[in-house]
């Protein structure tokens, strides 16, 4: 077993994030005995996509790096590192791209949404992102990697890709990977439209909770949060068609580690004006603790390079012989 998973290193760490996807790699990280058999990484590589400034760009993965250790990551027993010091997340992107074809790409569901009608203006990058994070997964041979539903579909290209790869060279080289994806946390939706994932990319501020909001902040956020008049209802089943409610149930019940209908249960009758302040109150107790240790770590950018360094090499090394056997099945002298 092995677990591996990335996150792109542009904005802050937001409620989406940690509950589709970084909560699942701490549990998983605590579950493994050991061994560093657990890989997560910022994908900086995959954020060129979008414009940044270096400094900027610098910035961004020291605070992901501090985001997630202060999220319970522990470098020391997970290995913690960034794309870009690894070389063999490009160079296996690229010998997968003989592999991996347009038309699969073409589908691509993300990448849609992404450039929206200017296709033409796109970047290549965006338009080849899911074959790196092919590379990414099967240069270690990852059999597990947690992530939100969003990620599902770039999961099912990097086994097509897999697949494709072991039979057109006539090798057992990649192992398929599974797709680890919570069930009530699977896609957090904005607070101002049910409808949309939360994301940040957003325009507006008011849609998410970042690891970097304070108590009062988190507070606005979820008490002018889009609602509807009606109560809660007494059980999940009433909350059809009403995407806005259904969310925050949502979200209650996966930080109370309950489920929607005991939370409809509790709530049942009582209109959102009684189940915001608790919601709020609920957030802000899970959130304070990261927010106070990501702070503190944010503060000293030596450790936080030593941590990737250090994390890099580990993960160079495990890359290495999957990299290597790659080129050798395609008969490319390396
Ligand atoms: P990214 O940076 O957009 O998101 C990181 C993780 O957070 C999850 N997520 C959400 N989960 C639930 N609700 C939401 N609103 C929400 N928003 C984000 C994502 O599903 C993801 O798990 N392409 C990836 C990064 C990547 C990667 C990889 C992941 C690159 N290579 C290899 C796994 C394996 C991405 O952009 O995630």
């Known amino acids: 077993m092995r677990v591996l998973s ?7 760490l937001h409620l989406g994030n940690y509950l589709g996807a970084i909560r699942n790699w701490v549990r998983m990280q605590d579950e493994m005995d050991g061994g560093s058999q657990c890989f997560f990484f910022l994908a900086d590589m995959h954020s060129i996509t979008v ?3 270096r400094e900027q760009r610098i910035r961004n993965v020291r605070d992901m790096a501090a985001a997630l250790v202060a999220a319970g990551i522990d470098p020391d027993r997970s290995v913690l590192f ?5 070389p063999a997340h490009a160079e296996l992107c690229w010998l997968l791209n003989g592999t991996a ?9 993300q990448f849609k949404d992404k450039v929206g009608k200017d296709r033409e203006g796109a970047s290549i990058g965006l338009f080849v992102y899911p074959v790196l994070q092919a590379a990414d997964i099967l240069a270690y041979n990852a059999t597990h990697v947690p992530v939100g539903e969003d990620q599902k579909q770039h999961l099912e290209l990097a086994r097509d890709i897999a697949t494709k790869f072991n039979t057109d060279f006539g090798v057992e080289l990649f192992t398929l990977p599974d797709p680890i994806i919570p069930k009530e946390s699977a896609r957090i939706m904005s607070l101002r439209d049910g409808t949309a994932k939360m994301s940040k990319s957003d325009p ?3 849609s998410r909770i ?10 606005q956020k979820v008490k002018k949060a889009k ?8 059980t999940a089943e009433g909350l059809t068609g009403r995407p806005e409610a259904a969310n925050l149930v949502g979200i209650y019940a996966t930080l109370a580690g309950s489920s929607p209908d005991a939370i409809c249960a509790e709530f049942a009758g009582k209109g959102f004006g009684a189940f915001k302040p608790a919601l709020g109150e609920l957030l802000v107790e899970t959130l304070r603790p990261i927010r106070t240790r990501f702070l503190e770590l944010r503060t000293d950018d030596a450790a936080l390079d030593a941590i990737l360094e250090t994390g890099a090499a580990k993960a160079r090394a495990a890359a290495e012989p999957t990299l290597r056997a790659a080129y050798d099945a395609m008969g490319l002298m390396r």
């Open 6 to 12: 990335g996150i792109q290193p542009t904005g802050n």
């Open 51 to 53: 414009h940044e400034a």
């Open 82 to 86: 960034n794309q870009a010091r690894v």
């Open 101 to 109: 074809r347009i038309g699969w790409l073409n589908r691509m569901t």
């Open 204 to 206: 507006s501020d008011m």
């Open 210 to 219: 970042n690891l970097t909001d304070d108590d009062d902040a988190i507070m």
């Open 227 to 234: 609602t509807d008049p009606e109560p809660l209802p007494e």
